[in-house]
């Protein structure tokens, strides 16, 4: 068949190279000699001759390329981490059996944590060595030790190291202390063991976050798990003993402060001890009681407790060897002139004395003889922070028990009980050129039986917003064209704020200023103004025995928002309630502007209807002269 045989080496020649060309030259080549060997039977004489070069050609398009060999999904993998710690009393010995498969066949740097210092390292046949690592982890934290190996295959890595272990010597029960950082394997588990040295001393083992004992303890030994990659934190605790510092003679240090409360029934007194042991244990503290009082409760009710002969005897449940704090309710009968009821600890090789005291009622409670008192700095009050009774009224400390300070009451006469008191009014007047003012007051109320407080603001007022412990509230309108608030009956303070605009108009010239104030239908036990005004004047109070620093008006605690109102509720849905603004204070005081005169006064008086404040205004246009 000659044709055949040129039609196929002309087939073959003619096709570009590569695979596909190679695939249709194999077919022809086997078509051709299976032509051929179909024929010899036919006719023998005839055959198929190439020449050796072509044959050469046609074999090796015919052989197929190889498909590249697929990249490991990683280079290497830590199957498991084997851990045996052997904790003594200044070392831990840690050994870690690390199962390592090499997926690649170049070298593989293996970060296996931090387990202290290496001693020996058994690579199983590896080809490499284990360096600490040089760079800083993002977390800030060393690096630790790396494993730099190279081998394809599964292998287990020995390694053996020390870690230091940590005593801590304050604690009342002995603690030893140690740490290590594990590799990021699948799996991290082991025993934590004793050595003799310290299993003796050991009651309990305790791991942190990055640890779980399984089961308990067996001869001295914890089976453990651990978080792979993170930290291992081992604490082991022995035997609860006394430090050496409380085998000492007994010193403590002792703050007690005391809150006077008085009422037209009772003398009440708040007090706080807090006694703070240096050295022993306090098994019991003794307490001089003021003459007259009785002891009603203190706290906490686990503590036993007797008042005797005028001192109080407190018995903790067990010997306190750091911080002892106490609540003593005293009650007595009422008093209009009394001295600071104090509470003496006996044995103090220290003691701070603070007592403040305060009016519930229709009155007025002015300190009448300071004694040996001043005011306290921040680290003599610093003991109150806990304090669960505070009450209102400047705090002094008493520096000599035998000179305490002396209040006097002035009460109003006008009725036994006042329905309702207004223990502070604050008032701030802001104005301008214009011939109008921004006009705020804030009243600390007290009721106890009335419905309503009443305001006659100055004329022409123009409400803008209101409210009552920060809750909004729309004030009614009286008979007199009063703003009528609605008050809540609870013996607790509640803060009304009222703010609004109101014509006001400065003198031109050199004169007096009358600053009006409003009229309650409730006393006010004192009163507070703070006025901002332009700054060409110069200002003076003409009872200049008013003048005070400037008082910022209290702030209302975080008020219980009302639920928010299903979709039927109609009534709820008209009902106002809080801004949920958290960076805008409706009631908060005006910022003074630059270039302002700020002036203040506070003075006391039972008043409802107190008089207008003058102030005597001068020009500044005209320089004084100095001499």
């Known amino acids: ?66 498909e590249p060999a697929a990249a490991p999904p990683a280079p290497f993998a830590l199957a498991s981490d084997e851990l045996e710690i052997v904790a003594g009393p200044a070392s831990a010995r840690i050994v870690q059996t690390l199962a390592v498969r090499l997926l690649a066949a170049d ?21 490499g060595r284990v360096t600490a690592a040089g760079a800083t982890s993002a977390k800030g934290s060393a690096g630790g030790s790396v494993l730099q190996v190279r081998g394809q295959g599964e292998y287990r890595v020995r390694l053996e190291s020390a870690v230091p272990v940590a005593r801590d010597e304050t604690a009342t029960r002995p603690a030893w202390r140690f740490a290590l950082r594990l590799p990021a394997a699948a799996v991290a588990r082991g025993w934590l063991r004793l050595a003799p040295a310290l299993a003796g001393g050991v009651e309990e083992a305790v791991l942190g976050a990055g640890g779980l004992i399984e089961g308990g303890r067996q001869n001295d030994a914890w089976r453990f798990a651990a978080t792979p990659g993170g930290e291992l934190e081992v604490r082991l605790l022995g035997r609860a003993v006394l430090p050496e510092r409380a085998l000492l003679p007994l010193r403590f240090e002792a703050t007690t402060a005391t809150a006077a409360v008085l009422s037209r029934t009772r003398l009440e007194v708040h007090a706080w001890v807090v006694a703070r042991v240096a050295q022993g244990r306090l ?104 304090d669960p009774a505070v009450v209102s009224g400047k705090l002094y400390l008493v520096a000599d028990p035998s000179r305490p300070p002396r209040w006097q009451a002035e009460w109003a006469e006008r009725t036994e009980v006042l329905a ?59 008979k007199d064209q009063s703003l009528s608030v609605p008050l809540l009956s609870r013996e607790a303070p509640q803060l009304i704020h009222v703010a ?114 003058l102030l005597q205004v001068a020009s500044r246009k005209e320089k004084e002269s100095w001499f």
């Not at 050129?433 to 006009?439: I, L, M, Q």
């Not at 009631?587 to 107190?610: E, I, K, L, Q, T």
């Open 107 to 127: 070298w593989q740097s293996i970060p296996i944590g931090d387990a202290g210092s290496l001693v020996s390292a058994d690579l199983g046949g590896l080809e």
């Open 420 to 478: 309702a008191q207004i223990d502070g009014l604050w008032v701030e007047l802001s104005a301008g050129e214009a011939g109008r003012a921004g006009y705020q007051l804030w009243a600390a109320v007290r009721n106890h039986g009335a419905t309503e407080l009443s305001l006659a603001l100055p004329a022409g007022f123009e409400l803008v917003v209101a409210s009552r412990d920060g809750v909004p509230l729309a004030p009614g309108l009286g």
């Open 283 to 386: 098994a019991e503290l003794r307490l001089l009681l003021p003459d007259g009082f009785t002891v009603l409760k203190l706290s906490p009710p686990e503590a036993a407790w007797k008042a005797e002969g005028g001192v109080l005897t407190v018995t903790p449940l067990m010997p306190v060897e750091e911080t002892l704090a106490l609540a003593v309710e005293l009650t007595a009968p009422p008093r209009d002139a009394f001295a600071a009821p104090l509470l003496v600890p006996q044995g103090a090789v220290r003691t701070t004395l603070l007592a403040r005291a305060a009016l519930r009622g229709d009155g007025l409670l002015p300190l009448v003889d300071h004694g040996s008192s001043r005011s306290p700095d921040g680290v003599e009050v610093a003991p109150l922070a806990a």
């Open 500 to 613: 609004g605009v109101m014509p006001f108009s400065l003198p031109r010239d050199a004169g007096q200023l009358p600053v009006p104030l409003p009229a309650t239908s409730l006393p006010a036990a004192r009163l507070r103004v703070r006025l901002l005004l332009p700054g060409d004047r110069s200002y003076a109070l003409v009872d200049a025995t008013r003048a005070a620093a400037t008082e910022v008006p209290p702030r209302p605690a975080v008020a219980a928002l009302p639920p928010q109102p299903a979709p039927g509720d109609l009534a709820g849905q008209l009902l106002l309630r809080p801004a949920e603004s958290l960076t805008v204070d409706v009631a908060a005081p005006s910022p003074a502007p630059a270039g302002c005169v700020v002036v203040a006064a506070a003075w006391s008086a039972m008043s409802s209807n107190p008089a207008p404040l």
């Open 1 to 66: 068949m000659p044709g055949a045989a040129a039609t196929t080496a002309a087939g073959a020649s003619g096709e570009p190279g590569g695979p596909r060309a190679g695939r249709r030259a194999a077919a022809a080549l086997a078509a051709v000699l299976l032509c051929a060997g179909a024929g010899a039977g036919a006719a023998a004489a005839q055959t198929v001759t190439l020449a050796l070069a072509q044959y050469e050609e046609l074999r090796a398009r015919a052989k197929m390329v190889p």
